[in-house]
């Protein structure tokens, strides 16, 4: 059985820790449990580390159990959180519980039969049934308000401007323990993972586990920092909102650039975190990405190793193909991109709409280039491009007075525009 702790710890992934978590972890098989918030009907890479947690825990020998808090759900963690949130209804709730399943059992093998094999629950099931008046008796007299106020997640909301935080916010904490007293009893779990944010929550857990059962009952806690960019702004962002682990979300393409994009600091830090790559592997790229940075080494790595993980390794060949075909001396492969893809192989300052009314008398390359576009700052610029030849359509070079017409549509809606070797732009026939 491999030392669970040792691994997370060089990879940067441990934050707080109970004393006699690493102990109990090294003893015997240890269920372990994470819980995903269904506030989507999908997960963004903001959920990858609790994802990778799981299956770091299943490869150390131990049996992860992935709990989707439909209950919890309802109400709204409010940890992290300044202000409440929305409360979801069960109808959306319900799709987001399934979502979530859908994407948690591409990366964790629920039907396996090995001694180890990963759980999939969801915290609904035990509480849909459980009155307010059994749950008051049962479990709020077991942990005090004191106790409850002294948690970083309560007193941040109650010190911070705004409307404080209500009952049901309040209770949140309560909720989140039962589930860990409830996985204790019916799986014998003992221990729970989490970020940063988690602690109080799962540490109320912990003692609610030893109140429900006896002195004699221990449960352990263990949590992860949160991931944060070297600049200081969010994680899991990019300039259209949050990466999503499906490509209905976040296309395969965008979700390769997004980490082949990271700076050099970051990518050094996420190679630890977001692959399975030994120590040995990842220090030999380290040290051969410093020997030459500018040709991304580390970067590329950890793209195809995040894309494998959550898309296959067909789908990462098929990003690498897509940001090849842009750069490519003909149409013939960027023709090979399906619609979606064409589009987004170009940045959002790249592109522009043209009526289709535009193209009915032809249009000419300044307008398109300047005054209907702006991909060019003035005509004159547009003018002096065209006339020292350094301005191509569709990759073949046009003069100043080419009139584009229909005819030249790419896929029957775009037009590709090119200055120079690198500036490109993509024009959209609406």
């Known amino acids: 059985m491999r030392n669970l702790v040792a691994e997370l710890q060089w990879r940067g992934m441990v934050h707080d820790m109970m004393p006699g978590t690493e102990e109990q972890l090294l003893k015997e098989m240890t269920t372990t449990y994470v819980g995903f918030d269904p506030t989507s009907d999908s997960l963004h890479i903001g959920n990858l580390v609790p994802i990778i947690l799981l299956v770091h825990v299943a490869r150390c020998g131990h049996k992860p159990i992935a709990l989707v808090g439909g209950a919890t759900g309802m109400i709204g963690d409010p940890s992290g959180k300044s202000d409440e949130r929305n409360l979801l209804d069960e109808a959306t709730l319900e799709k987001n519980v399934a979502g979530i399943k859908a994407v948690l059992s591409r990366f964790l093998d629920f039907n396996s039969t090995a001694a180890n094999a990963p759980i999939l629950v969801n915290n609904y099931d035990w509480m849909k049934d459980f009155s307010f008046i059994n749950f008051a008796r049962d479990v709020g ?164 190793e995040v894309t494998v993980f959550v898309h296959s390794k067909e789908e990462l060949e098929k990003a690498i193909f897509a940001s090849k075909a842009k750069f490519s001396p003909t149409m013939d492969e960027m023709l090979q991109l399906d619609d979606k893809t064409f589009t987004e192989v170009f940045d959002e300052k790249e592109t522009a709409e043209i009526p289709e009314d535009d193209f009915k008398n032809g249009l000419d390359m300044i307008a398109a280039m300047a005054a209907k576009t702006g991909f060019l700052k003035s005509n004159s610029e547009a003018r002096r491009e065209l006339q020292q030849n350094a301005i191509s359509l569709n990759k073949v070079k046009v003069k100043e007075d080419y009139i584009i017409t229909a005819k030249d549509l790419v896929k029957g809606k775009f037009l590709v525009l090119q200055k120079g070797k690198k500036n490109y732009y993509l024009i959209k026939v609406v």
């Open 141 to 304: 007299k077991r942990i005090t308000v004191n106790y409850m106020m002294a948690k970083d997640s309560v007193k941040k909301r109650l010190s911070a401007e705004g409307e404080g935080m209500s009952f049901t916010e309040f209770t949140y904490q309560l909720i989140q323990g039962y589930d860990f007293h409830h996985l204790y009893k019916t799986h014998n779990c003992l221990l729970q993972m989490g970020g940063s944010d988690q602690w109080g929550n799962i540490t109320t857990g912990t003692e609610l586990v030893r109140r429900m059962n006896g002195e004699g009952a221990k449960a352990y806690a263990m949590t992860c920092p949160l991931i944060t960019k070297a600049d200081g702004s969010k994680f899991g962002k990019s300039e259209g909102g949050n990466v999503w682990l499906t490509a209905d979300k976040t296309s395969v393409y965008k979700f390769y650039q997004f980490w082949l994009n990271t700076t050099d600091v970051d990518a050094e830090k996420y190679i630890k975190i977001f692959t399975f790559l030994d120590k040995d592997t990842i220090d030999a790229l380290i040290a051969e990405h410093n020997q030459d940075k500018g040709l991304r080494l580390l970067q590329k790595r950890l793209a195809e």
